[in-house]
């Protein structure tokens, strides 16, 4: 029991730890443009990328991967949310739904109204799967990192510390006490390609939550970077292999979306973890979706017990 609580204590160090790294910009940078000059990724057609950072994280957290696009040839915008999910918006206070509508438009319009890439950070999935509700039609794929978006991140064996200070914290928010909306959100994604990017080494939150429905146009990938300073949940915003996944996808032609191949992630010497990669094929939508319709049926508000 002692060892246990102390490996607990000690990952969550490390998550706080890699948080502040990030914040102060004091991460490593990705070499990026090694990457593409020994072949492993390509220069980018140049389109237009909105960067959405999850529950309490501003740009700052999200400069890396900002970084890495532009070496590329992509535009790269900022959610310019304030401390997201804290700083909302008139049309939604706390959740800045209203804001991530109007950033996406912003961007589309930046982008000769053509499609744009999300690539969005832990809660901020949520924000970026939202957006595909009414404006799918302007969004070329969304990549999540570390991206919990399974109703059973707040039950059971699966709810982890960032859970319950998300849960504490945004007590009124609509994930949490609006299981129309988490059922309708939930019930689109897979409308555009969809990519989750999952460290297994996560303390923050369950990776099974980050796991996405199993269609055509989804994939779930995970990376393994045990011992590096940035595993974990706030590290993957800096983690190279998943900064080279991003590469992947995005480099793909507009219309034309395929699941990244083991052979790709090879070619471009990405670490996976194939066994909890290929194990996420098997997780189904219909469970979730009847998690969701029980909520629905039942009124109650809230999708968990917040007494805990």
């Known amino acids: 029991m002692f060892n246990a609580l102390y490996m607990r204590h000690r990952d969550l160090w490390h998550e706080f730890t890699n948080a502040m790294k ?3 910009g004091g991460m490593e940078p990705v070499d990026m443009m090694g990457f593409a000059n020994n072949g492993l990724v390509r220069q980018g057609d140049g389109h237009c990328a909105l960067l959405m950072q999850g529950f309490l994280e501003n740009n700052v957290f999200a400069a890396s991967v900002n970084d890495s696009l532009k070496t590329l040839g992509y535009k790269p915008h900022y959610f310019e949310g304030g401390w997201n999910f804290v700083q909302g918006d008139e049309e939604s206070p706390e959740w800045n739904l209203g804001h991530a509508e109007k950033r996406l438009v912003a961007v589309w319009e930046e982008n000769k109204q053509r499609p744009v890439s999300i690539i969005a950070h832990s809660a901020g999935g949520a924000q970026a799967h939202y957006l595909t509700i009414e404006h799918a ?16 991140m707040f039950t059971g064996d ?6 319950d200070v998300f849960l504490r914290w945004c007590k009124n928010h609509p994930v949490v006490n609006d299981p129309k ?3 309708e ?23 099974m939550t980050c796991i996405l429905p199993q269609t055509n146009l ?7 970077s045990a011992g590096q300073d940035y595993s974990g949940h706030y590290g993957i915003w800096a ?21 990244l191949s083991r052979e790709q992630l090879k070619r471009a010497e990405v670490k996976i973890d ?16 009847k998690f969701l319709d029980r909520a629905v049926a039942q009124q109650s508000g809230a999708l968990v017990d917040l007494s805990r």
Not at 145 to 150: C, D, E, F, K, Y
Not at 158 to 163: D, E, G, K, Q, V
């Open 239 to 259: 983690n190279p292999d998943a900064h080279k996944i991003i590469a992947l996808v995005l480099e793909q032609p507009l219309g034309c979306y395929s699941k």
């Open 158 to 163: 699966y709810r982890a510390p960032l859970s």
């Open 274 to 289: 194939w066994d909890a990669t290929l194990s996420a094929k098997n997780n189904k939508l219909e469970d979730e979706l």
């Open 181 to 183: 909306l988490m059922r």
């Open 137 to 152: 039609d302007k969004i070329r794929n969304i990549i999540t990192l570390a991206a919990p978006i399974r109703p059973s």
């Open 218 to 224: 989804t994939q779930n990938i995970f990376v393994h």
């Open 22 to 24: 990030l914040y102060r």
């Open 185 to 207: 959100i939930y019930a689109n994604i897979g409308r555009v390609p969809a990519i989750s990017i999952i460290d297994v080494n996560d303390a923050g939150v369950h990776p």
